[in-house]
């Protein structure tokens, strides 16, 4: 098993380049299914997740093809789902979105139930509830899913979702673009995976309007191939600036899609947190001593993405006062403070959704678990920060969306290595 060792204490200071986004790169890879024509993907992160998806098209009979190292060539002539390996989707999540794509391509099919992070109930139901409103039959069986469609009805057919769901939105998009007639999708999610992954079937022509939580999808029989350039992940740019300020450091970071974090950035702005943006795409964050979060809430788009909440968690633990952290969308999402408070913070628990942070506090290292993709990330942020050594063990939840992570961190001045145990 491989972790992390962190020694902390050290400010960032540097410049850093965001990779491609991991959360844009599965459902357009995904997309590829929709047509037989080759499809060339760039910017593509070298992560744990985008490659097992790369792997599972291969075993489907999808050509694969490198053009340089973040290039990649995809032709879906032929594709089986009946060589799915069932074992490894089982434990991935990203793999849900096989569903949408291939009922695109396929009458009927079966995959294992997808895992993925343990943050809390993640059911499928929004998944399934959506594909009946669209004509298909879906049985659950023994920790399988079948699928099989029986009436695609000759007119508008419309659908709406039992919540806000940013995959369950996707697979709706992926499905309904190969189906010649009008899907209306209410009470859609619009975050920027969404929105990337519109660009795509646009592109191969699908035509897609984008209202207010809700997309207008005419599709057609026949897609075409694509060329795409994955947009910078703004997961992974709002990771940096909160570990740059949490150190106390500086840094350029380069390649950010600002435009998928206006609300980030302002609520820092607010909080006191000083940064610059030397040109477009770069956003340069300075020491920031006056720093003072008041709540952080994480909603769907364009609310705080759920998934840099824990992030903010780490950062309240440096800053005066005490932070209110609301996550009302997976009860699992606060499991990292609990981690925290072993390292010294003084977090107290309201409910499953809810904690307050007092700050500041000098964290202390230890020997964590990395529960899950983004808490890991998060615990590395308070290893830097925290006085002595912080091990992080399960080094593996967080390459599934971070790449390389302690080496482009070491590059900052950071003392971290990666070791096997």
């Not at 942020?381 to 063990?393: E, R, W």
Request: proline residues 5%; contains cysteine.
């Amino acid at each position: 098993m491989e972790k992390f060792v962190i020694n902390g204490g050290k400010k960032l200071i540097g410049e850093i380049e965001v990779r491609g986004s991991k959360n844009a790169a599965l459902p357009i890879l995904c997309a590829t299914i929709l047509t037989k024509e080759p499809c060339i993907i760039s910017n593509v992160p070298l992560i744990e997740d985008v490659l097992k998806l790369i792997d599972v098209l291969k075993l489907m009979g999808a050509e694969i093809e490198w053009l340089n190292e973040r290039k990649i060539k995809i032709t879906c002539r032929d594709i089986n789902p009946d060589k799915i390996p069932q074992h490894s989707i089982s434990k991935f999540r990203g793999a849900v979105l096989l569903w949408g794509a291939l009922l695109g391509r396929k009458d009927s099919f079966k995959t294992a139930t997808p895992g993925g992070c343990v943050i809390g109930a993640r059911p499928l139901d929004t998944h399934i509830d959506a594909f009946r409103q669209m004509g298909v039959d879906v049985k659950e069986k023994s920790k399988f899913n079948y699928f099989k469609k029986f009436n695609i009805i000759d007119k508008n057919i419309f659908v709406t979702l039992d919540e806000f769901s940013v995959t369950g939105t996707e697979n709706v998009l992926l499905f309904a673009s190969l189906i010649p007639q009008k899907v209306i999708l209410r009470i859609a999610d619009q975050d920027y995976q969404v929105q990337e992954l519109t660009k795509v079937l646009k592109k191969m022509g699908a035509k897609i309007k984008m209202g207010f939580h809700e997309f207008e999808i005419e599709g057609s029989k026949k897609l075409k191939g694509f060329t795409h350039e994955l947009v910078a992940d703004p997961i992974e740019a709002g990771t940096f600036i909160i570990a740059t300020l949490a150190t106390k450091g500086e840094v350029l970071i380069k390649n950010v899609a600002t435009e998928y974090l206006t609300l980030f950035l302002k609520k820092l702005k607010d909080f006191g947190a000083n940064f610059e943006f030397p040109d477009k795409g770069s956003v340069k964050v300075l020491p920031s001593p006056k720093l003072c979060i008041t709540k952080i809430q994480s909603l769907p788009y364009p609310g705080i993405h759920t998934d840099l909440q824990s992030p903010f968690g780490v950062l309240a633990t440096q800053t005066k006062g005490s932070t209110m952290i609301h996550d009302p969308l997976y009860e699992g999402r606060l499991k990292y403070l609990e981690e925290l408070n072993k390292m010294g913070a003084d977090i107290i628990f309201c409910d499953p959704h809810r904690a307050i942070v007092n700050g500041p506090v000098a964290l202390r290292g230890i020997e964590v678990p990395s529960l899950d993709l983004r808490s890991g990330a998060s615990l590395i942020i308070a290893g830097l920060v925290a006085q002595g050594t912080t091990t992080i063990n399960n080094a593996y939840q967080v390459d599934r969306g971070y790449e390389r992570i302690e080496e482009r961190l070491q590059k900052l001045g950071a003392d971290i290595k990666r070791i096997t145990s």
